[in-house]
């Protein structure tokens, strides 16, 4: 699979998501972390604390910008005030990506600060396309959208929640942030194969991957992302890296926070399947080095590696 500007990630290694309990060791301790995903949020803002923060990780890390407010499935036009603020931080950061979800949340002005699911119709699709790629062009650099988890479905949907977010983001060109965690706890609500889903996705445009743990009830899975990742989301997120090549993962712990070390260990076990699919495909002899030293993952290795 040649490089393109959503894939060419590939030395990002294994990130965790930065969040103030963590602040101090960070900051003093100045672990050994590939990079650290910010919530764009959080640091829209024209100083204090946070920023100072931000700055200091900075001189030290790479930073990755992740949003939750965009809604791009919103019936309203896009927030130009936020869009400005919002390319202030992208020049701070230098993020090479920026991610947010495909979701809608906002109506009238008026914010849920919900992730909810998008009906998957056509309309939907050419909405949301056409706000994915005035956000990519205004912002000058690739856009990745992340697929939520969701508690309900439409009747009026036309096609699958793979085909919605395939139709999407081939309009759009924009990337991909793949939630294995989030196909999982969906998968389960609504019971389809998440296989089938990770089988389905472009592969050349996934530019991150999201894992983490959720809280299963006797019906259904809430995404809490409260906990450590269990085997069935480690064995998607295998089966995602197989298909995509070696990608960008952050581990997500957003809520009965642990230390920082219980955090990193945990994300660090995405290393040991990152590792086993990178030997296999070196053993084969099919992982080729561009021009700028990166890891080129021809799509014949993924299939290979999947059969
Ligand atoms: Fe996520």
Not at 57 to 75: D, P, T
Not at 190 to 218: M, T
Not at 248 to 259: H, V
């Amino acid at each position: 699979m040649p490089a393109n500007r959503f894939n060419g990630h590939t030395d990002y290694g294994i990130g965790i998501g930065l969040r103030i309990p963590h602040y101090e060791h960070i900051l003093t301790r100045k672990p050994v972390v590939d990079w650290f995903e910010i919530i764009s949020e959080n640091y829209m803002i024209d100083g204090g604390r946070p920023l100072a923060v931000l700055d200091s990780i900075l001189e030290q890390y790479r930073v990755v910008q992740h949003g939750v407010s965009m809604y791009f499935g919103s019936a309203q036009p896009l927030n130009r005030e936020h869009l400005k603020r919002l390319k202030t931080l992208v020049r701070r950061t230098g993020t090479p990506w920026l991610s947010d979800h495909l979701c809608w949340g906002s109506v009238d002005g008026r914010y849920t600060h919900d992730l909810l699911p998008i009906p998957y119709t056509w309309e939907a699709v050419h909405a949301t396309a056409e706000k994915v790629r005035q956000v990519q062009d205004y912002l000058e650099i690739p856009v990745a959208v992340e697929n939520v988890s969701s508690y309900a479905e439409f009747h009026d949907s036309e096609m699958t929640e793979w085909e919605f977010l395939t139709e999407v983001v081939e309009r759009a060109d924009c990337g991909i942030l793949l939630d294995v965690n989030n196909i999982y706890v969906s998968a389960f609500n609504h019971e389809f194969d998440a296989r089938v889903y990770l089988d389905h996705i472009p592969a050349e445009r996934v530019a991150q991957i999201h894992i983490a743990g959720h809280s299963r009830y006797r019906k259904y899975i809430l995404d809490t992302h409260d906990h450590a990742v269990i085997d069935p989301v480690w064995e998607l997120y295998a089966r995602a890296i197989r298909r995509c090549g070696p990608t960008a993962t952050l581990l997500e712990w957003d809520d009965k926070i642990p230390s920082f070390e219980e955090v990193h260990g945990e994300a660090l076990k995405a290393n040991r399947f990152l590792r086993e699919v990178a030997a296999q495909a070196a053993e084969d002899g099919n992982i080729r080095t561009d021009e700028s030293g990166r890891r080129q993952w021809p799509a014949e290795v993924a299939h290979e590696l999947l059969a």
